[in-house]
């Protein structure tokens, strides 16, 4: 549950009943397994990956579940069952395309910013919250103010990490 810290600080957390704590836990599994938002942020890299594993290049489509089945794959979930004759049905090139959709849903700011959107919204809705801005403290959270971005100097030859200050957004007048 690390996109709960990438959202919210201890702090916030520690104000919250038992009951919403697992409450909140519950909505980002929630998000995470069946919310179209999150499968449209993963489309992209399913596509991406796909067509590197795929033995038959030729034009195929996403499957858009209008109810997603949590217990399936997530390849399962956004694939029509014929496309995967193109991965020569390889268990091995299957499991590759699940890890790296797996890798783009834990890692993604698009799915963390989906998730966001609905935390938040959640968090609200809470007694005295109305008004309420989260506080991560996260460095490593794209909305705490501790996150610098960091990456690579210069991928491919050089992986030093570098930080880059993370612009500071004027106030408002």
Known sequence: MSII???FSAADLQNLTPEQLKGLR???????ET???VRDALRERANAVFRQLATQPAAYSLVRHPSPDPLQSLPEQLFEAREFARLNNDP???????????CERNSSPHV??????????????LPGNADA????????????EKYKAMRVAEPYRDFTLVE??????????
């Open 112 to 125: 963390l910013e989906a998730i966001r959107e609905r935390a938040y919204e959640w968090f609200r809705t």
């Open 35 to 37: 919310s179209d938002k």
């Open 164 to 173: 880059k200050d993370w612009p500071s957004i004027p106030a408002k007048p």
């Open 26 to 32: 519950d909505l980002v599994r929630n998000e995470l």
């Open 133 to 144: 801005i989260p506080q991560p403290d996260a460095e490593y959270s794209p909305y705490s």
């Open 5 to 7: 810290f990438q959202l």
């Open 92 to 102: 091995k090139r299957l499991k590759i395309l699940e890890w790296a959709l797996e």
